[in-house]
């Protein structure tokens, strides 16, 4: 039956070759977008792994910690009490900006800068401890005219230790560069003395101060315990963190395989149309079947079948090509969105695909199975 | 075993019953078609023959009257019941030939066999047996647009033969075959008649009802004459 169901689905060639190309178009839009919410979650799975354990306090914020960040403004004194609280193993405050790399020669897709003002010698307990170096060192006390640089910024920018990088129109020497470490945070980050960094972004307040605990299994009540006895402050852990930003990216990838998923519906609907015109072509077929002793179920399945097969077909070449889509896209938004087609994402768009099949073909296929033979005969 | 393989009893088929349109294709038939019996249908055209053999080879249900199918009254069977019925023991041949033109001869006759799912046969063996012995032997692997139309009836007699039917009912089996072509067909059949088959023949062909056994003459969906 396999066999004779591939010889029906070719038969139409073109026809099917247009409602494969619909299915596929679907499945590969939803492969393509949901690489990227796959990407986003395999990186941060990452990063949270590297920074486990981590109190990150900023200035009062109901809006997490990515937004709190960016607006907190940390007082000296706020973060003296921050740091002298009990159960703090090492702590160490930090200046955040956001920026653009000020390059012409970069045109669309500038990458984002991430400029960080850290204590020179609390840099290791600023890259999570888990960072490691590519050429060149690490800042020490007093190179106030050197700065780190990210994976992302050297190849985007082709800088190496030793030349030179402008932020805020002052000058630079690069003196270490990372490895690839998976958050753009520090990929596309630049780490500049903190002092430099209050200076350049005329400040005298303090972004946030990111704390070890003593205990990594205190680290929610080391948290609870900030909040508490100091004023004006918000403590996150990795925890809370990892809540709100797969909050964010489940939203995102709810979103857009959503909408990828409603153009593969129209293909599904594509599957419907085309086996309804096949069923109506072949009465004659079909009452000849049934003839032969056919019962209603061979001939449901039989039609089944063949639009499973188009469906299917659809979603594999719609897999290759979204995959391919998923690297145009990191390519194009030169690697900050980078997307990756996990086993679970091909899966689930081959079994939605057959989905869109099967419920498309049931239709044309109820309707196949319950021909009349006699009447199915009558026609030419 | 039935000494009578189908006897029908008040059978009638009526088409939009109650309206003002109503066609009595068949009404209140009785027959009695004998185990091994050569018989033949003929009447004017629209006269209610292939209506009788669609009835009678289980493709169509009566709306009233009953048949017996090797002695069992089968109106209380399901379909599927009744399609087993049919597929294990009545071969259809049709006038226009009705084989599935994307499948070759040998897939046409296996078909079938296929359908009926009995594992243990050896579907392309028996297929090619069935070819040979309608003369066919050399066009195994050709599609239907490529025989002329005695050897794609030749195709379709070896598929009404390929479950080892007890009775073959074949619908105008020469009406679109020239003379001498239509002659090669019957002969065939009735050679496979020989061999201890039921055969029915709806013909327009007075000579092939001569040499029947029965001929049932139908006129307006009733038997006007029954005889041999
Ligand atoms: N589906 C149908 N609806 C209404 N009338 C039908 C239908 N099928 C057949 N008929 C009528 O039933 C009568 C018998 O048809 P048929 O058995 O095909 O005749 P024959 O085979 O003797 O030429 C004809 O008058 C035909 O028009
Ligand atoms: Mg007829």
């Given at each position: 039956m396999l066999d004779m169901a591939l010889r029906n689905v070719f038969r139409q060639k073109a026809r099917t070759a247009l409602t494969v190309l619909g299915v596929m178009i679907g499945i590969a839009a939803v492969v393509a977008l949901g690489s990227l919410s796959e990407g986003l979650r395999v990186q941060i799975t990452k990063n949270l792994e590297q920074a486990s354990g981590i109190v990150t306090v900023t200035e009062k914020s109901d809006q997490g910690l990515f937004v709190g960040m960016t607006s907190s403004e940390l007082s000296q004194e706020t973060v003296d009490e921050i740091m002298s609280i009990d159960g703090v193993r090492d702590a160490t405050p930090v200046v955040y900006e956001v920026g653009y790399l000020d390059d012409e020669s970069l045109g669309f897709g500038q990458p984002t800068l991430f400029e960080s003002g850290v204590n020179p010698e609390d840099i290791e307990l600023f890259t999570t401890e888990g960072a490691i170096l590519d050429e060149g060192e690490v800042l020490e006390e007093g190179d106030t005219d050197y700065a780190m640089i990210g994976y992302t910024i050297s190849e985007d920018l082709d800088l190496e230790v030793g030349d030179i990088v402008t932020v805020e129109e002052r000058d630079f020497i690069i003196k270490g560069v990372y490895e690839e470490f998976g958050d753009p945070g520090l990929d596309s980050g630049i780490i500049i003395p903190i002092e430099i960094a209050q200076e350049l972004f005329e400040r005298d307040t303090y972004s946030a101060v990111i704390i070890y605990p003593?205990?990594?299994?205190e680290v929610e009540t080391l948290a609870n315990d900030i909040e508490d006895s100091i004023d004006g402050v918000s403590a996150f852990t990795t925890a809370e963190f990892a809540k709100q930003i797969q909050g964010i990216v489940d939203q995102i990838g709810f979103f857009t395989i959503g909408i990828a998923a409603i153009s593969a519906i129209v293909g599904g609907l594509g599957v419907m149309n085309t086996m309804i015109m096949s069923v109506m072509e072949r009465r004659r077929e079909i009452g000849v079947l049934k003839a032969i002793g056919a019962t209603n179920s061979y001939v449901l399945r039989m039609i089944l079948i063949e639009s499973a097969i188009i469906s299917l077909i659809g979603g594999l070449i719609g897999l290759g090509i979204g995959y391919l889509g998923s690297n145009a896209l990191s390519f194009l938004t030169g690697g900050q969105a980078e997307g990756i087609v996990t086993i679970r994402l091909a899966v689930y768009s081959l079994v939605f695909a057959l989905f869109l099949g099967i419920v498309g073909g049931l239709y044309p296929a109820n309707r196949a199975s319950k021909l009349s033979p006699v009447e199915a005969l009558k026609y030419e | 075993m039935n000494k009578v393989i189908i006897k029908t009893e008040n059978l009638c088929k009526y088409y939009n019953k109650g309206q003002h349109n109503e066609v009595r294709a068949i009404d209140k038939v009785n027959i009695d078609i004998n185990r091994g019996e050569f018989i033949s249908i003929i009447g004017p055209s629209g006269s209610g023959k292939s209506t009788l053999l669609h009835m009678i080879g289980l493709l169509d249900r009566p709306t009233c009257g009953k048949i017996y199918f090797d002695g069992k009254d089968i109106s209380n069977l399901s379909d599927n019941q009744i399609t087993k019925i049919r597929r294990e023991k009545v071969g259809f041949v049709f006038q226009q030939f009705n084989l599935i033109p994307l499948l070759t001869a040998l897939e046409n006759v296996e078909l079938p066999m296929t359908i009926n799912g009995h594992k243990e046969i050896d579907t392309k063996k028996k297929a090619e047996e069935l070819l040979k012995k309608v003369g066919l032997g050399h066009r195994l692997n050709n599609r239907p647009p490529q025989l002329s139309g005695g050897e794609k009836q030749r195709v379709a007699i070896a598929r009404a033969l390929a479950n080892d039917p007890e009775i073959i009912l074949a619908d105008e089996?020469?009406?679109?075959?020239d003379t001498k072509t239509g002659k090669e067909i019957i002969n065939l059949l009735r050679r496979m008649d020989k061999k201890g088959f039921t055969l029915a023949i709806i013909t327009h062909d007075q000579r092939i009802a001569k040499v029947a056994e029965k001929v049932i003459n139908i006129k307006d969906g009733r038997i006007i004459k029954e005889g041999g």
């Open positions: 003593e205990d990594l299994d | 089996p020469t009406g679109n075959l």
